[in-house]
């Protein structure tokens, strides 16, 4: 039974930072690409980053580039999104999500695994 157990959501401020961590356990994760995705009430669910094994590929959105920053730590079995900047739109459940033995993409139904969410709310 694959698991991934998100951590770290919270409420800041706007301008303010916080950092994600989703660990996952119960299956081999040599060669899978994991992503974060995000959803605010009444919206689809979107993409934020995804990383690939290696870490050499990386995607964002549009609207978190230059600001969040993906990595993974595969001894840990663990992937991070670092929040920086933070804005009243980036307010969300937010998502990890695993790719089995697959390069990196930015569409949820392509995604294997997913954890239970982690909500961040940033104030203005």
């Known amino acids: 039974q694959v698991q991934l157990v998100e951590s770290g959501g919270g409420l800041v401020q706007a301008g303010g930072s916080l950092r994600l961590s989703c660990t996952a356990s119960?299956?081999?994760?040599?060669?899978?690409?994991m992503g974060w995705f995000r959803q605010a009430p009444g919206t689809e669910r979107e993409f934020v980053a995804a990383?690939?094994?290696?870490?050499?590929?990386?995607h964002y959105a549009d609207s978190v580039k230059g600001r969040f920053t993906i990595s993974r730590d595969n001894a840990k079995n663990t992937v991070y999104l670092q929040m920086n900047s933070l804005k009243p739109d980036d307010t969300a459940v937010y998502y990890c999500?695993?790719?089995?033995?697959?390069?990196?993409?930015?569409?949820?139904?392509?995604?294997?695994?997913w954890g239970q969410g982690t909500q961040v709310t940033v104030s203005s």
């Open positions: 990383i690939a094994w290696t870490g050499v590929s990386i």
């Open positions: 119960g299956r081999t994760f040599i060669g899978g690409s």
């Open positions: 999500a695993d790719r089995v033995r697959a390069p990196i993409s930015r569409y949820s139904s392509s995604y294997d695994y």
